[in-house]
């Protein structure tokens, strides 16, 4: 029996996240301890180049939402493995905070070019029965990836953060690369139907179907839900963002613990997201998304909040796990029911604006964090801020109902 050649693309698509999950996203939290310590730099400068990242994602969005929708997105991908890896060879021979910043913006650069935005919206094309599915078993490669976290700190503490950079560079190429060729732009283009399956009439009968009617990014920017969508998806990004740079340094500096037992308690994070994956690729289209999504905003909210007051290792695996399953669960549903909302024609494009929105989420987490711990000297106001502002998030999904 064939398989479904966009099952070769999830799994891909899920290898290259391994990389961007392990070398980088859950990664920069252990840099930034060790540089804040090694170099004197503060939390608020170093927590700086997370949020150009984030600037450098949103700006680019719409532009390469408009080049995937327009011309595919494997080309793009290839570009940005070879950037990326470039960009922690730079980073690796850096001396100055200037200089540390301008390889970030390199690193940046490559890591937007094959990001979660950007291999998403390529299965979306290829998925609509099995989107929520699809897009759960992507997400594996970005579980995986934090699980393995604390090689890099190994790798750090034995080797220095420097050859860790720079071999974090030649392995990104060399495995990034040849996953990059597998991937294709729709199936209409190489023989397929989407999901694999001959075409048949769509089930409305459930809330959230997928859209019979394809909306154009203007179309989008004038309903409710698109404006719902990315607020409640950048509340969201305001907990994940703040975690990924700021934990492991408040579990280290303010609860007492080793830099290698803070990012134990990340791999536990990715742990949760390993649960959240499954649970989504069980629930599929079973359920409403925007209530599945309102849980997890919840979930995250509790998450931090134990996190910033935990007062033994059992609090603090049950919120590195809570906070784990939110966003495990909570990020395929994200763009999979954008996807349902307002079809797949236009689909790169209205992820893209959107990404101009959810960036004051990604920036904002952890430059509120930062500049509250080098304030008050530590995290807790900063994260019982953020973990406020992600329950109130839930609103925005509970009230963004299918655009007509």
């Given at each position: ?23 980088l ?43 995937v ?5 494997q ?23 200037g ?13 937007s ?40 700190a ?9 050859a ?12 990034g690369?040849?996953l ?19 075409p048949?009439?769509?089930?409305t ?13 203007r ?28 934990a ?26 390993f ?44 919120a ?21 909302y ?63």
């Amino acid at each position: 029996m064939k398989t479904f050649y966009g099952w070769r693309i999830v799994v891909a698509s899920g290898a290259m996240q391994l990389l961007q999950s392990l070398l980088l996203n859950q990664a920069f939290g252990v840099y930034l301890a060790v540089l804040v310590e090694e170099r004197g730099w503060t939390k608020t400068a170093l927590s700086g180049a997370a949020a150009l990242k984030s600037v450098e994602v949103a700006l680019l969005g719409p532009v390469l939402g408009w080049m995937v929708d327009r011309f595919g997105s494997q080309g793009i991908i290839r570009a940005g493995i070879v950037t990326f890896g470039i960009g922690f060879m730079l980073l690796s021979q850096t001396d100055t905070l200037g200089g540390f910043y301008a390889a970030f913006v390199v690193v940046a650069l490559g890591s937007s070019m094959f990001s979660n935005f950007v291999v998403s919206v390529t299965i979306i094309q290829w998925f609509e029965k099995r989107r929520a599915r699809a897009l759960s078993a992507l997400q594996f490669g970005g579980a995986i990836g934090g699980l393995f976290v604390f090689l890099v700190a190994w790798s750090i503490q034995a080797y220095g953060w420097r050859a860790t950079a720079f071999g974090s560079g030649v392995i990104a190429i060399l495995i990034g690369w040849p996953l990059a060729r597998v991937i294709r732009s729709r199936p209409e283009d190489h023989g397929e139907t989407v999901d694999g399956l001959s075409p048949a009439p769509r089930d409305t009968g459930h809330p959230e179907a997928p859209s019979r009617r394809a909306f154009s990014a203007r179309e989008a920017m004038r309903t409710s839900a698109f404006w719902l969508l990315s607020i409640g998806h950048g509340f969201a990004l305001l907990v994940v963002s703040a975690v990924n740079v700021h934990a492991i340094t408040h579990i280290k500096e303010g609860l007492g613990y080793s830099l290698a037992q803070a990012s134990f308690v990340i791999t536990l994070v990715t742990l949760g997201q390993f649960v959240g994956v499954m649970l989504g690729w069980v629930i599929g289209e079973k359920f409403e998304k925007r209530l599945v999504i309102a849980a997890c905003m919840l979930m995250h909210a509790v998450g931090l909040l134990m996190i910033t007051y935990a007062t033994g290792p059992v609090i603090l695996a049950v919120a590195a796990l809570a906070h784990g399953t939110g966003w495990g669960l909570r990020g395929p549903f994200v763009h999979a029911i954008r996807a349902d909302y307002f079809g797949r024609h236009s689909i790169g494009m209205i992820t893209g604006l959107s990404s101009l929105i959810i960036v004051f989420g990604q920036i904002g987490g952890p430059l509120l964090a930062g500049a509250f711990a080098d304030w008050t000297g530590n995290y807790r106001a900063g994260f019982t801020l953020l973990a406020v502002l992600a329950g109130l998030g839930s609103l925005f999904f509970l009230l963004a109902k299918p655009p007509k």
